[in-house]
């Protein structure tokens, strides 16, 4: 019963005040800032970079799929290109796997 008591007291005294409201909005806005510098932007930055690379590829190009696998370009369609893998092997992917285009003549180096 003591408890309830001390409860009922607890609830006379006046409520702490909190910060005032431009503080909070300040902070939102400052881990907004935050969250679109280091996430948003980059990101951002490399889809730009990827789709660039991506519109860009012609035949002839060696390129490195996200697969690790290498290839030149036969044929490249609207979201597709032909790959030239091996001896006579053609293998068709969407452009969107490719991950970098290499300099001439990697594929034959290693």
């Known amino acids: 019963m003591g408890f309830f008591v001390q409860s009922a007291w607890a609830q006379g ?57 290498l290839g030149k370009v036969l044929k490249v369609d609207e979201n597709y290109i032909v790959l030239e893998t091996g001896a006579n092997i053609e293998l068709k992917f969407q452009k969107s796997a490719v991950h970098a285009v290499l300099p001439k003549g990697t594929i034959k180096s290693i």
């Open 13 to 69: 005294q006046a409520a702490p005040q909190g910060a005032p409201m431009y503080v909070n909005l300040l902070m939102f806005g400052g881990l907004f800032l935050f969250m679109y510098l280091l996430i948003i932007r980059p990101q951002r930055k490399r889809q730009k970079e990827h789709k660039d690379l991506v519109s860009s590829l012609k035949k002839g190009d060696e390129v490195l799929l996200t697969s690790g696998m």
